[in-house]
């Protein structure tokens, strides 16, 4: 079935670092990937989308570009802020059976 | 707009009571999904509804838990008897579609769950 396999952590930087959190995806078919992020004491929330190959989404200073060559979906930031510490997750979509939703997820720590 | 409700937000009570956590969903979600998260697993998907009706509840850990949507607007995720290893952040959230793969979840705030 469709799986995704996601960087562990933690990733520690410190601010104004560059950030990368990796993440690939097997698929049957080329599905929506999304990225959520879950601060301390909250819910996810959805951080970006990417509905087809080489779409690219963004959100709040993160981009993900949606790659079928190389079937990932790596997670960006140019500059990191200590408010940007949460836990990301990269997701496929939940398809019928699959009971893979999430990745383990990344805790990001950015020190000041 | 008002996202998906969880009640209660924290709930603390002793092994073997019964635990009853409630979820509203977005109003016109027609999928409902109930997960649990601690430090050693990570975020489980215990059980997922589409249009009221339960898909797959193969996730729910035992036969301890229950779980019930009677319309389109609640939800009920019941642990009875209860155990101290039930203790978790209880999520819920909701979709709209189920084969939709461009639609993302909604997820409340969670109950955090204690069991003494």
């Known amino acids: 079935g469709d799986s995704v396999t996601q960087m562990e952590g933690p990733v520690t930087l410190s601010e104004e670092a560059f950030l990368t959190i990796n993440c690939t995806y097997t698929?049957?078919?080329?599905?929506?990937l999304f990225w959520y992020v879950q601060y301390p004491g909250e819910g996810l929330q959805l951080l970006l989308k990417?509905?087809?190959?080489?779409d690219k989404g963004s959100n709040k200073g993160f981009e993900a570009t949606y790659r079928k060559e190389t079937t990932s979906f790596h997670l960006e930031k140019g500059s990191v802020q200590v408010s940007d510490s949460a836990v990301y997750f990269c997701?496929?979509?939940?398809?019928?059976?699959?009971?893979?939703?999430f990745g383990a997820g990344t805790i990001l720590r950015v020190k000041s | 707009d008002a996202g998906v409700i969880q009640s209660p937000r924290h709930e603390v009570t002793e092994m073997g009571q019964e635990v009853t956590l409630r979820c509203k969903p977005i109003?016109?979600?027609?999928?409902l999904f109930w997960y649990r998260q601690t430090m050693m697993r990570g975020l489980e998907l215990l059980i997922y509804?589409?249009?009221?009706?339960?898909?797959?509840d193969s996730g729910m850990p035992e036969d301890r838990f229950s779980a019930k949507m009677p319309n389109a607007s609640f939800s009920t995720l019941k642990i009875q008897p209860s155990e101290p290893r039930d203790s978790a952040v209880y999520f819920c959230a909701s979709r709209l579609g189920l084969k939709d793969s461009n639609q993302p979840q909604h997820f409340g705030d969670g109950t955090r769950l204690s069991i003494l």
């Open positions: 509804f589409n249009n009221n009706v339960p898909i797959d």
């Open positions: 698929a049957t078919g080329y599905p929506s």
């Open positions: 990417a509905t087809k190959a080489d």
């Open positions: 997701a496929p979509p939940l398809e019928y059976g699959n009971k893979l939703v």
């Open positions: 109003s016109g979600h027609n999928s």
